[in-house]
């Protein structure tokens, strides 16, 4: 393993450590009556039998958005694509001129339709907010027993970034993301932001504790 990845494993340990305790705390306030709550989970159910029935079998829109997300993430990092192919049954690929462990491991932590859609609710009226939060769950619940499914060790973009260090990123990762999703829900891209930020302090303090323990 090389220093780079245990950098980024030691770092991501304690990131999961903050980001973990300052969602409990957050989260644990705020009453499950509240309406955006309880549309994003009206939305996330309606797609569990939606799932159940017809898209588990289906693999295409998993297999899409799936390579959708290496793509979007590639571009992100500017690496150009080679080719893009999705089937319903054999899987799919996205060739990139260029890879990094953020691209090949996004399908496992980043609901891409899921986060497409914030930026839209900065442009509709308020009385859309409920009904938006309905297809942010319905969306969210399409990744997450979407990403279930194709979790495997035996996966070559897991296979590839080695399984500890897959392992210990993602828990952060998901922690992080779907902390951010759940903060927004909650109280928009205000509270999700104060998340994203006590949720570093407190890493920070964890990581300095730990340090000064050592070496004192």
């Known amino acids: 393993m090389s220093i780079f990845k245990l950098i980024i494993i030691i770092f991501s340990f304690f990131l999961s450590i903050g980001y973990g305790i300052t969602l409990i705390d957050m989260a644990l306030p705020f009453n499950l009556n509240q309406p955006s709550i309880q549309y994003f989970l009206v939305g996330f159910g309606i797609f569990i039998p939606l799932w159940l029935f017809w898209l588990r079998s289906n693999q295409f829109y998993s297999t899409f958005e799936h390579e959708l997300t290496h793509l979007l993430v590639g571009l992100l990092f500017l690496k150009k694509p080679a080719h893009f192919t999705v089937t319903s049954h054999e ?8 890879k990094n462990f953020l691209i090949t491991l996004a399908p496992y932590f980043i609901p891409t339709f899921a986060y ?9 009226n308020s009385e859309y907010h409920l009904p938006y939060f309905t297809v942010l769950g319905f969306m969210v619940s399409y990744h997450v027993l979407s990403t279930i499914q194709e979790f495997s060790y035996r996966q070559p973009d ?7 260090f897959s392992t210990i990123f993602l828990i952060f990762a ?21 998340f994203m930020r006590a949720g570093f302090l407190e890493s920070i303090y964890w990581l300095s504790h730990l340090v000064s323990r050592m070496t004192g």
């Not at 899987?91 to 260029?98: F, I, N, P």
């Open 158 to 164: 897991i296979a590839t970034s080695g399984k500890l």
């Open 91 to 98: 899987g799919g690929e996205t060739g990139l001129y260029g």
């Open 174 to 194: 998901n922690i992080f993301v779907y902390g951010f999703l759940i903060m927004f829900t909650i109280g928009g891209f205000a509270t999700g932001g104060q």
């Open 116 to 124: 497409l859609l914030l930026p839209f609710y900065l442009i509709i």
